[in-house]
């Protein structure tokens, strides 16, 4: 008979859990959001001996008080769960400041056992940690584990295990000193009136949280018969100076033990001194960004050519088959064909682009780079109105806005949360590029990639300039200083930064995977029927919307294929190029399209051009707004995405068409 | 209050002790579990007009200047910071 227990990982932001969660687990790991939050839950199973074991990564937290959704998670999941035992994970090279969560952790009074990670880090730069003392004092077994490596690990699993079994627990507390733990006495009496809150959370910690001015444990006695002589107790004059004291009193008890455990622990590192002089100087600094980004999107596209030249054979070589008339009945040949390998597969070709950009994204995350990209970038963030913090997800977003706003759940303040969200979409994704390569090369020739350039940096503008507006009116307020751990740099390694780009990336396959395989049948659709129609033409369906839906385009000189294409667009944005070459009747071949455009005599530079502002601005997709939606949790601010886009895109468009022919008449 | 500043005044490679953080709430409870608190060591290792990058315990952070003027400090290594100057006005 197999035993199942559960082992939740808790520590500090970057101390290697998660290089530990996954060298316990492997690949038995299932990700998911924790009830109520967006926050990410990441859970896994390993065996040990007769055990069968859950282990849950809880979210990286500097403390255990409420600050952020993190926070809240970690310690829910600690109380409401009861987890058997707790690995403590902590960064050996950096031991003091992982002690605070310790004191925390045990006054849950929760089994714990501390992993101390990162030891080799730390032996070779000479810190020595004695885990026999470590024990002695702290009462929590130590293990030494290298998680790169995956050293330890045996005796991590198996000291858990014995933790779990053993009963009772030694609970070693703070002492905080005699006024302090009357008051922390009287009030343990009092919550032990309600003997159901009492066997819910510890009530020693529940005092302590309470004594702390924690809202989120104040809100944990609503309804309770106690809440009423509790909160009695609570109210004196001098809590804000309790709360200070017993802060000092975890630091002095810290301070006390670190000399007896580790001797050379209380030291300066100073290899790293030099690079953030550089990096985030004040000249340097954002040139050196820059210049990495442009190196960055360099690379992406190089690397990633050959990838899409092998996928788009591959799809080429399927619709050329399903073409030949070999299935049948017809129809099916055509959804498979013109249906779903044009629809999806005009999404699948630009994955390469998204994985090697959030590839490159990754190394320079764990290499300990973009902690310093957002500090250097916080300045200029700040006048226009955002933290940054948003500024990793601006980045993201030129890869892919789906997986970018995800990487906003980092902002812990709501309106800096919102406004990163809303504007994200006017950062020029992968799947907008298709669109420009094929218009400004028809049309503007000799200056295609110069307007291509200027397109990324118009969607930059209008995300700046968004945030500016929302900051003056709809989402007042400023933004939250910038306090923000730089993590030492490390050299980053393969495995970690390719898991890292296949949780974002994969994230997109999953969510748009769905999405647009529907939206391309339904495309398929409209353009087939009512049945004998021409595929995409005036009579189908696909074409009797768009002439419903010309008179809305007309001011912007667009016809009624270009209104189909749009439409379709909102599905995929490169679908619009699919969509032309069907209604041009050129199908995915862009040489016969660029030759049915340029013969089409309502289609002109300063018409491609207002189509390509118009494409680069309006609504999001429709995976983008799924993930609006889910974010935000609200109808409001994803449907407000919506008609913003559109009005910006129609009023940039319409200003182009006027303005343009002047411009180029003059020249 | 001779001797005291805000952190965002200190010049890089100073070092001072934290004597007050004018901050309540929930910010100030992340400031001490990150290990910023009164009597806390801090050394600064780069500014740049008042937003710092310093470290804690062998620990890095950077903050905005906003942030880094919520944090008194005293007791620094080098009388008169350089930035003390000029950046008082705004």
Known sequence: MKKTIRIALAGNPNVGKSTIFNALTGSRQHVGNWPGVTVEKKSGWVKYQDYEIEVVDLPGTYSLTAYSVDEVVARDYIIDEKPDVVIHVVDATNFERNLYLTTQLMELGVPLVMALNMSDMAEKAGTAINRASMKKFFEIPVVRTVGSRAEGLEELLRTAVQEAETSPHHEHAIGYGDAIERTISGLVTALGNDPALAARYPPRWLAIRLLEGDDNAKGKLSGSPAQAHVLALLNTPDLAETEAAMADRRYEVIAALLPQVCTTCVKEMNSSDLIDRVITNRYLGIPIFLALMWGAFQLTFAVAAPFMAAIDALFGYCAGLLASGTVEPAWLGSLLGDGIIGGVGSVIIFLPNIFILLFILSLLEDSGYLARAAFVMDRLMYAIGLPGKSFIPMLIGLGCNVPAIMATRTIEDKNDRLITILINPFMSCGARLPVFVLLAGIFFTADAGTMVFFLYLLGIAVAIGSAWLFRKTILPGKPAPFLMEMPPYRLPTLATSVRHMWDRGSMYIRKAGGIILTGAVIVWFLASFPYGVEYGSAESYAGMLGHLLQPIFAPLGFDWKIAVALLFGFIAKEIVVGSLGILYGAGEDEGTLAAALLADPSFGPVTAFALMVFVLLYMPCIAALAVIKKETGSWKWTLFSVGYGITVAYILALIIVHIAPVIIGRI | ?90
């Not at chain 2, 965002?8 to 290990?35: H, I, K, Y």
């Open chain 2, 1 to 90: 209050m001779t001797g005291t500043m805000p952190l965002s005044f200190l010049s890089p490679g100073t070092e001072a002790t934290v004597v007050d953080v004018r901050a309540d709430g929930g910010l100030l409870r992340r400031l001490v579990a990150m290990g910023i608190y009164s009597s806390s060591r801090v050394t600064v290792v780069c500014s740049d007009r008042g937003s710092l990058i310093i470290t804690v315990a062998g620990t890095r952070y950077a903050l905005s200047k906003g942030m880094a003027m919520k944090i008194l400090v005293g007791g620094y290594t080098h009388e008169t910071p350089e930035q003390l100057t000029g950046e008082r006005a705004s």
